[in-house]
């Protein structure tokens, strides 16, 4: 059976999703760790660096109906957990793309440091194997 994600690193994550719902910037500053780097799935998958350019991503989200939905948490190790969810984006021409997504979020200092989203489970869990063996 998968280990379970610590239960601050889950309370962390729903704290993030419970702000990002309720529209409220200074919950996600709480939440979000300063010097944090995200590859979001939009955007073109570019890296976005600190938190400030992560809450400017995150409102830009907003207008676009980009609205992220989790379904499970796996600890993958002390301060890494795979998060498995979908993903609704409106489209430019009308309509809505529905879309599985899992991200990997590392926790630093109690708060989100470094997340990275990937098309797929099988992906998410080789590039976190990847990681892994480089740092051994």
């Known amino acids: 059976m998968p280990e379970q994600p610590d239960r601050s690193a889950k309370d962390l994550l729903e704290r993030f999703v419970a702000a990002y719902e ?3 910037d200074e919950a996600l500053k709480a939440v979000i760790h ?10 073109g998958g570019e890296l976005l660096r600190g938190r400030d350019a992560i809450l400017a991503a995150v409102r830009s989200w907003r207008s676009q109906t980009y ?4 379904h499970r948490l796996e600890a993958l190790g002390k301060n890494t957990v795979l998060v ?7 489209l430019p021409g009308g309509g809505f ?15 989100i440091w470094r997340v990275q989203a990937y098309s797929s489970e099988e992906q998410a869990r080789a590039a976190v194997n990847r990681r892994k063996k480089r740092r051994d």
Do not use: F, Y
């Open 22 to 24: 309720r529209d409220d």
């Open 34 to 43: 300063p010097k944090a780097r995200w590859h979001p799935v939009t955007g």
């Open 67 to 70: 609205r992220p939905t989790i």
């Open 84 to 90: 498995g969810g979908r993903l609704r984006s409106e």
């Open 97 to 111: 793309a529905d879309s599985p997504v899992v991200w990997i979020d590392e926790i630093r200092d109690g708060m």
